[in-house]
């Protein structure tokens, strides 16, 4: 008899459910299959033909941009020279370092220059955030690490080791690439859907069922005395869009074009939130626009809790980083009690697979700039918050 561990379990349970799935929608035949024909017929009578559609419509979209998606394969760094894997693009080749290294917290910021420069980097596909692979002339991969910045012809790049130390003076290669990560985690958000539980049913019904938001018909009275001194700096769409917010039982879509002041109002909701004694999880696409938010939060005094890799956070609130917060615990508890002392947390839609989010639920998710976000990316975080208030433009789609 095949014993499956407690870890594996849920694992084997949720691809159980994936193929049921299948089986369900195609109305196949398991008479012989007695335990999937029990998932289809229990295991799954929480879900209606309508959630089922919308599983298998975005599972089929979400394996068609992954397949559709141009990439280069990590492993022509092995196989193709330096000038062949630069026509394949995300590919800087023949750089050296031309500054001092810059040492942080067991981290090494390298700035790489090229001296006959015909071509700009920013041309290259690699920006900031980017994840990179180095490489020497004789030895591919000796170092990986975070794109801080790019410019014409500098790009710095955020390593683990300091490659000074046994490759100085040496000609050096910037590979990125593409992997599957982004696809994992959109599949695996997507899965909660199948869940049965209270979280995964409000978010059927909001998401899929499209059930219209609701909002209270008074206002706490004690938005009265807090509000005003917060809310005086913005324009009064800006102020209706706060306080609706606050007014939201379930959800809120804010539109606001270009130039509206989306940030000073998203700003303006987590102070007045914060007041309220609100726990807020801020989210965006990415790190940039998460941290535009956070740099103006902290000039405001109001302390974030900023989840991510510390390399990829901007230098004006490293200080709230979660590398910083935690570094100097030295027992579980000490833990725990970072991060149940956090009232606003911040981190971009793919950090939302961080596990403080299935241990804790937030008062508040708010998404900027969700035009730009894949819907299922959303899921991990609406899940983990009581209410979910979507920032951005529709018309400033992504192509």
Same mark, same amino acid.
């Given at each position: 008899?095949?014993?499956?561990?407690?870890?594996?379990?849920?694992?084997? /349970?949720?691809?159980?459910?994936?193929?049921?799935?299948?089986?369900?929608? /195609?109305?196949?035949?398991?008479?012989?299959?007695? /335990?999937?024909?029990?998932?289809?017929?229990?295991?799954? %009578?929480?879900?209606?033909?309508?959630?089922?559609?919308?599983?298998?419509?975005?599972?089929?979209?979400?394996?068609?941009?992954?397949? =559709? =998606?141009?990439?280069?394969?990590?492993?022509? !760094?092995?196989?193709?020279?330096?000038?062949?894997?630069?026509?394949?693009?995300?590919?800087?080749?023949?750089?050296?370092?031309? =500054?001092?290294?810059?040492?942080?917290?067991?981290?090494?910021?390298?700035?790489?220059?090229?001296?006959?420069?015909?071509?700009?980097?920013?041309?290259?596909?690699? +920006?900031?955030?980017?994840?990179?692979?180095?490489?020497?002339?004789?030895?591919?991969?000796?170092?990986?690490?975070?794109?801080?910045?790019?410019?014409?012809?500098?790009?710095?790049?955020?390593?683990?080791?300091?490659?000074?130390?046994?490759?100085?003076?040496?000609?050096?290669?910037?590979?990125?690439?593409? %992997?599957?990560?982004?696809?994992?985690?959109?599949?695996?958000?997507?899965?909660?859907?199948?869940?049965?539980?209270?979280?995964?049913?409000?978010?059927? *019904?909001?998401?899929?069922?499209?059930?219209?938001?609701?909002?209270?018909?008074?206002?706490?009275?004690?938005?009265?005395?807090?509000?005003?001194? !917060?809310?005086?700096?913005?324009?009064?769409?800006?102020?209706?869009?706060?306080?609706?917010?606050?007014?939201?039982?379930?959800?809120?879509?804010?539109?606001?074009?270009?130039?509206?002041?989306?940030?000073?109002?998203?700003?303006?909701?987590?102070?007045?939130?914060?007041?309220?004694?609100?726990?807020?999880?801020?989210?965006?696409?990415?790190?940039?626009?998460?941290?535009?938010?956070?740099?103006?939060?902290?000039?405001?005094?109001?302390?974030?809790? *900023?989840? +991510?890799?510390?390399? *990829?956070?901007?230098?004006?609130?490293?200080?709230?980083?979660?590398?910083?917060?935690? =570094?100097?615990?030295?027992?579980?508890?000490?833990?725990?009690?970072?991060?149940?002392?956090?009232?606003?947390?911040?981190?971009?839609?793919? +950090?939302?697979?961080?596990?403080?989010? %299935?241990?804790?639920?937030?008062?508040?998710?708010?998404?900027?700039?969700?035009?730009?976000?894949? /819907? %299922?990316?959303?899921? *991990?975080?609406?899940?983990?918050?009581?209410?979910? !208030?979507?920032? +951005?433009?529709?018309?400033?789609?992504?192509?």
């Amino acid at each position: 008899m095949l014993h499956v561990s407690k870890v594996l379990y849920p694992l084997l /349970q949720k691809y159980l459910e994936i193929n049921a799935i299948g089986y369900r929608h /195609q109305n196949t035949d398991l008479t012989n299959n007695t /335990q999937l024909k029990s998932i289809k017929e229990q295991g799954l %009578s929480h879900l209606s033909d309508i959630h089922i559609q919308y599983f298998i419509h975005f599972s089929n979209l979400l394996d068609l941009e992954r397949h =559709k =998606k141009v990439g280069k394969d990590v492993s022509l !760094i092995y196989t193709k020279t330096p000038k062949e894997r630069e026509k394949f693009g995300k590919c800087i080749i023949f750089v050296k370092i031309t =500054k001092e290294v810059i040492e942080c917290d067991g981290l090494y910021e390298h700035a790489f220059e090229k001296s006959d420069q015909v071509t700009t980097f920013l041309a290259s596909g690699i +920006g900031e955030s980017s994840y990179v692979i180095v490489s020497t002339d004789t030895r591919p991969a000796v170092a990986a690490g975070i794109v801080s910045y790019v410019t014409h012809n500098t790009i710095s790049v955020i390593l683990e080791r300091n490659l000074n130390i046994k490759y100085r003076n040496l000609v050096f290669h910037i590979d990125s690439y593409d %992997s599957n990560s982004a696809f994992s985690f959109n599949f695996a958000s997507l899965s909660v859907l199948l869940d049965a539980t209270e979280q995964a049913d409000r978010v059927r *019904r909001l998401i899929i069922d499209k059930e219209p938001p609701t909002f209270k018909a008074k206002l706490p009275k004690v938005i009265a005395s807090k509000a005003p001194p !917060i809310l005086k700096q913005l324009n009064r769409a800006q102020q209706r869009a706060v306080l609706k917010a606050c007014s939201a039982n379930d959800y809120l879509l804010i539109k606001g074009m270009p130039g509206a002041g989306k940030t000073a109002t998203i700003v303006a909701l987590v102070q007045l939130l914060v007041e309220l004694h609100h726990t807020v999880l801020i989210t965006s696409h990415t790190h940039a626009a998460v941290d535009n938010v956070c740099v103006r939060l902290k000039k405001l005094g109001i302390n974030v809790l *900023r989840l +991510g890799t510390t390399g *990829r956070i901007h230098p004006d609130i490293q200080n709230m980083s979660e590398y910083e917060l935690t =570094k100097r615990c030295k027992t579980p508890q000490e833990l725990e009690q970072v991060y149940a002392k956090a009232k606003v947390f911040a981190v971009t839609c793919l +950090g939302t697979k961080h596990p403080i989010f %299935s241990k804790r639920v937030m008062d508040v998710c708010i998404v900027d700039e969700s035009t730009q976000v894949i /819907q %299922s990316s959303l899921f *991990r975080a609406i899940c983990a918050s009581k209410k979910f !208030i979507l920032i +951005g433009d529709p018309d400033q789609l992504p192509p």
